[in-house]
């Protein structure tokens, strides 16, 4: 469903971004493949923003369209709650941290030591556990959604099942009322016709033509 894809999505970013965040702490000695590394943040940043957008008007869209709140809301619209704001804020500050590295005055190993802490810090800070607090509670919401849409898969499975029973019996139903019908009818034809002839064979035998049909 679309709602699951907008939560895959914004968990992929947010562990991207982590990911190629701590990656940020070796690459110091190598400013270049530093700077690749951090282009990759900003490409997952703007997943983020993008999808993050999207995943609140779809809910919330989603909720106004039907006028009920679906099993399950109330804990993603706690995530929406609880989350807001720290995904922006996690990448401001990252974005502060890295501008502050200035790589032309690397010139010595303790200085790439202090650099190296500095990034350490800001992955062990409570602002970046926060921001893993994102995926972690994303997995929770992405497995009830998955069990929504099975159980409402198999659901809608069965009711086409019972829908095609319904039409079989209907079906077969006719058929014997069409048979039974035609026996009602058969017999109501033939019986007097089968008098008919049987008087008529009377009358031929014996010469009476006082002999009357029932009909």
């Known amino acids: 469903s ?4 907008l939560f895959s999505q914004l968990q992929a970013g947010v562990l991207q971004s982590r990911t190629h965040q701590q990656q940020l702490i070796p690459l110091t000695e190598s400013p270049e ?3 690749d590394e951090y282009s990759h943040i900003l490409k997952h940043a703007e ?9 609140v008007e779809f809910i919330f869209d989603h909720e106004d369209s039907h006028g009920v709140k679906e099993d399950g809301s109330e804990e993603i619209h706690a995530f929406f709650e609880t989350y807001d704001g720290v995904a922006e804020t996690y990448l401001s500050k990252l974005a502060d941290t890295v501008d502050s590295i200035d790589f032309d005055t690397l010139d010595t190993p303790s200085e790439v ?3 190296q802490r500095q990034l350490l810090t800001f992955t062990n800070s409570d602002l970046a ?6 995926s972690d509670d994303l997995s929770s919401i992405i497995a009830r ?3 929504e849409l099975t159980e409402s ?3 809608a499975d069965a009711a086409h099942r019972l829908r095609n029973r319904i039409i079989l019996a209907g079906m077969l139903l006719s058929s014997v009322t069409a048979i039974l019908l ?4 058969s017999r109501s034809i033939n019986s007097p016709l089968a008098a008919l002839e049987n008087t008529a064979v009377q009358i031929s035998e014996n010469d009476s033509f006082e002999l009357r049909v029932d009909v």
């Open 2 to 5: 679309e709602k699951v894809s």
């Open 33 to 35: 493949d530093f700077q």
């Open 47 to 55: 997943t983020i923003k993008t999808v993050w957008g999207d995943s």
């Open 113 to 115: 030591a202090a650099v």
């Open 129 to 134: 556990i926060t921001f893993d607090g994102i």
């Open 145 to 147: 959604s998955n069990r």
């Open 153 to 155: 898969r198999q659901a």
């Open 182 to 185: 035609a026996f009602v009818i």
